[in-house]
């Protein structure tokens, strides 16, 4: 009986010491089963509200915020790259076309020039013609191109003939037409091969010689860059070569113009090469219009305006 106590009280001593051993051991694989299904309950978790966020951004939040939401939706996706589909852009039939069509600047409805009577526009013209030819001092003179100077801002042809025509040789013209102007009225007979004839040709180089001399080339190819910039009208190409040609007789010209083109820089652009005119050509077909036709009809609604009311 001694030794069967004995042995049951040392079979329970080793119960007691192999219990927690167990335990331990069941704890242990209990935990490294549940961890990796947390994690990917977890996840589940997260690709399930990243999908209803992204779903829901276009309607609550502003549009910077459902960009981001997006952003974090691909990169936090599971789905291999391979999975996702390709994005083509289709090729542009026609560049120019759409670089302009880019860069153009809105329509400005609101400071759009009022609508003039041809007539009033006409009897304007004609009053500053008779004026000027019966004027008997400077100042009548000066008033006189006032009245023309008025229907050619808003886009008499013939006014502006005449102002272009006698810019270099009245100082009444010059102190009521800016350079601007005077150039830009010489320039734009030119530039249609409708209205080009022998006398637009010699009005313009007559106007070149003026500011060659003047020592004013610059401004001259300043005012011709930007009264052709965005020029979109068929026949740019004889536009151009017609305009070249005429720059070539006056010295120095085309260097000027060179200079404000930034892909002339050889020497024989400084001398109105044929190179030089499809150098310009391009750089005036991907330039942005600076809108002076509808400024100059504006300034001269204005200036309508004050002597209608006279």
């Excluded at 978790?45 to 915020?65: F, V, Y």
Aim: neutral net charge; aromatic residues 6%.
């Amino acid at each position: 009986m001694p030794g069967e106590r004995t042995a049951f009280q040392s079979l329970i001593r080793l119960a007691i010491i192999l219990a927690p051993l167990l335990i331990g051991c069941l704890s242990w694989v209990s935990y490294r089963h549940f961890v990796p299904s947390a994690g990917q309950s977890k996840a589940a978790i997260a690709s399930t509200s990243s999908a209803k966020s992204l779903e829901t951004a276009h309607i609550d939040a502003p549009a910077n915020e459902a960009l981001r939401d997006a952003q974090s939706a691909v990169t936090f996706s599971v789905a291999p790259l391979r999975s996702l589909s390709l994005i083509t852009i289709p090729i542009d039939p026609d560049p120019v076309a759409s670089f302009r069509q880019l860069i153009a600047l809105p329509p400005d409805t609101a400071r759009a020039a009022p609508h003039i009577d041809p007539r009033k526009l006409r009897a304007i013209a004609d009053r500053g013609v008779v004026g000027y030819a019966s004027a008997k001092t400077d100042g009548d003179r000066e008033r006189a191109a006032g009245f023309i100077q008025t229907a050619a801002l808003v886009g008499l042809p013939l006014a502006r003939e005449l102002l272009a025509r006698n810019y270099p040789q009245s100082e009444a013209v010059r102190s009521v037409v800016p350079a601007n102007d005077a150039i830009r009225y010489a320039l734009g007979p030119l530039m249609d091969p409708a209205l080009t004839t022998e006398d637009s040709k010699q009005a313009f180089l007559a106007l070149a010689q003026h500011f060659a001399i003047q020592g004013q080339l610059d401004l001259f190819a300043g005012q011709i860059i930007n009264s052709l910039r965005g020029d979109s009208r068929p026949h740019l190409d004889y536009r151009i070569d017609t305009l070249v040609d005429l720059l070539a007789r006056v010295r120095g010209a085309c260097g000027a113009l060179a200079r404000l083109v930034p892909e002339a820089g050889d020497r024989s652009d400084q001398e109105c090469s044929s190179s030089f005119s499809g150098k310009l050509r391009k750089h005036i077909e991907m330039t942005t219009p600076a809108g002076e036709e509808e400024e100059s009809k504006r300034r001269g609604s204005v200036m309508f305006s004050q002597l209608d009311g006279r």
